[in-house]
């Protein structure tokens, strides 16, 4: 058996549900480890959930949190040893309490890198501590998986080795949601156009921008799902403006019926936070899914592979720049063309990467003893 962790509730997590899904129809047994953060009690079959309430996007003051999260890990896996052949752990926050747990009990260990803390440069002391840790985390774990080939530059060279790369693809039989098709369609009798956005309410991703713009003009009407930090305004500006409907948290398939039935997907991810530049988005691959243009920032390499490959629309970070793209610029045949690039990209380059993904590599993976 394998234990998969992830440090969310992992409701959904579209990348995990990779795995799972393979796992699943391949007959094979896993169990997932998931902290559960809020105050819902969630049951999943083959999840064990770490309950204790607290937010995201907090930084520090979440310290005494993880810590508690490292010793449910450790202790669970030390004590169930003999249930379990190999170890999944999904990031840093994971993989630390993870691994130290192999030192006694000598298992296989996978280091799946989501999203990496490290930074080529890291400031302060904390930050270059925990960069170095996982970067020595990379360099000992028996099997690596990123989510980008162009991310191994996040790692220190001297730290560097093999990898296997699963871009954050969707991997999900979508069903059309009928109730969402006609609630889009109703919203279309009142505004010119619909944007939508899933995903997390993180600092940085211009949600503060997009948010103004929306409630400031009434032609257009933002559908937005998800959880984090800014949750509370995302909240309080849905409830001031009819144009800004506030979905709350929501399944995967919910969440591409959504971006589907759009006219395009928000995507900024704002130079502020550093490991921007690196980010590997689930958006732009549900994009390219879902024949559907992208709007996000430049300076970025997601910005780079858009223009590249022409499937959106790249601005600069900030109120001023949204404003203008969408009063000025905005053209519905543009958008239109790109959402047909999208979908010959989807096709030619990543249709069937995940399936072949899971059974070329991953189960080799599961079959190491």
Same mark, same amino acid.
């Given at each position: 058996m394998v =234990?998969?962790?992830?440090?969310?509730?992992?409701?959904?997590?579209?990348?995990?549900?990779?795995? +799972?899904?393979y796992l699943e129809s391949s007959h094979q047994n896993y169990k997932v480890l998931a902290w559960n953060r809020g105050k819902e009690n969630i049951k999943k079959a083959n999840f064990t959930y770490f309950n204790l309430q607290t937010g995201y996007g907090l930084a520090y003051k979440n310290i005494p949190y993880k810590i508690a999260w490292f010793i449910f890990i450790f202790i669970y896996l030390i004590r169930n040893r003999k249930s379990y052949s190999l170890i999944h752990a999904c990031d840093f926050d994971t993989m630390l309490p993870a691994y130290y747990s192999t030192i006694f009990t000598r298992k296989k260990i996978v280091f799946d890198v989501f999203d990496w803390f490290s930074n080529p440069q890291p400031k302060g002391f904390i930050k270059?501590?925990?960069?170095?840790?996982?970067?020595?985390?990379?360099?000992?774990?028996?099997?690596?998986?990123?989510?980008?080939?162009?991310? =191994?530059?996040?790692?220190?060279?001297?730290?560097?080795?093999?990898?296997?790369?699963?871009?954050? +693809?969707?991997?999900?039989?979508l069903k059309d949601d009928q109730d969402i098709y006609k609630k889009v369609n109703s919203q279309r009798l009142n505004y010119k156009y619909i944007l939508s956005y899933v995903g997390v309410f993180d600092q940085f991703r211009g949600l503060e921008d997009?948010?103004?713009?929306?409630?400031?003009?009434?032609?257009f009407c933002l559908n937005i799902a998800g959880y984090g930090y800014l949750e509370n305004l995302v909240f309080e500006i849905s409830e001031k403006y009819d144009n800004v409907i506030y979905w709350g948290k929501v399944d995967y398939n919910t969440g591409l019926n959504m971006m589907k039935n759009?006219?395009?997907?928000?995507?900024?991810?704002?130079c502020q936070d550093d490991d921007h530049f690196y980010a590997a988005p689930n958006k732009y691959y549900e994009g390219l899914f879902l024949g559907k243009a992208i709007l996000t920032n430049n300076d970025t390499l997601l910005a780079q592979n858009t223009i590249k490959h022409d499937t959106g629309f790249v601005i600069q970070e900030g109120l001023p720049s949204i404003s203008t793209f969408f009063l000025n610029q905005f053209n519905i045949d543009d958008v239109q063309q790109k959402n047909k690039n999208t979908k010959a990209i989807w096709q030619t380059a990543f249709e069937n990467y995940t399936e072949k993904f899971m059974t070329e590599i991953y189960q080799k993976i599961l079959d190491e003893k």
């Open positions: =234990i998969l962790i992830r440090s969310n509730e992992a409701n959904p997590d579209p990348r995990l549900q990779k795995y +799972i899904n270059c501590t925990i960069n170095r840790i996982e970067n020595i985390l990379f360099k000992k774990t028996d099997f690596a998986i990123i989510c980008e080939k162009y991310r =191994i530059n996040q790692v220190n060279p001297k730290y560097r080795r093999e990898f296997f790369v699963l871009p954050n +693809i969707p991997s999900i039989q997009i948010l103004k713009f929306v409630s400031q003009n009434e032609d759009s006219d395009m997907i928000i995507a900024f991810y704002y």
